[in-house]
């Protein structure tokens, strides 16, 4: 399949001495070992999900397998360890592959950046009834996108830095090889549900992409081509 156009995506949460321009993260799984776990990434899973670089269907030769059958509800889990500084804006870039559609929003692939103490400021359902559906703190609110099963997207989050804090806003862009679907103006948002969690995630998790798939079983998900680039200082 030909490489899908990538959408870069502005967020914060990256090392403000990095020029722009600078990728503080390329990753596109064609140096990790097939069977085990995507090298650089931390990797959490237990008996009954898992995560794993696999040679189908991918954007090149591999890409990142999540499945979930039974063990913890939020894993398995795949967290960047690229955060640092809160006074720049990046672009962030990542491919999915859905293989089965999943009966909520709320038990669906997500898509999350971590923020202040550690609890996300974006946290993205993919792949549900919604198609789309950005968590607030008073739950999930539709975006009605028309995702279809093994097809590869490309999904882009423009943020400013996190010094905005809750007052920020964002835009998420949603992208196939035949159309380009942006949604504006969505606030951030630190959902009630979450609480500080250092004790689960490392300690560089701020301002990082992170990938979980909760009960899910039999809908496996594919994810492929991510990166992280310095665009500008604030």
Sequence with gaps: MARLCV??????????????????????????????????WVAMSDEGNEIAVVAQPAIGTRAV????????????????????????????????????????????????????????YIRIALGGPSGAAPEGRDGFFPLNVPIRTNTWYHISVRIDALSKGESGTYTLIISDATRVMPFENIPLCIPKSYAPSKKIFPAKAEGSPGFTLPEAPGKDVYIDNVSIQVIDKK
């Design 7 to 40: 959408i870069c995506a502005l967020l914060s949460g990256v090392l403000s001495a990095a020029s722009p321009g600078t990728y503080l993260l390329r990753d596109d799984f064609e140096k990790s070992a097939a069977g085990g776990k995507p090298a650089g």
């Design 65 to 120: 397998r999540l499945s979930h059958t039974s063990g913890t509800v939020w894993k398995p889990y795949l967290s960047g360890v690229f955060g640092g500084g809160s006074d720049t804006m990046t672009a962030v870039d990542f491919d999915v592959y859905f293989t089965g559609r999943f009966t909520a929003d709320a038990k669906s692939f997500f898509f999350i950046m971590r923020g202040p103490v550690d609890t996300p």
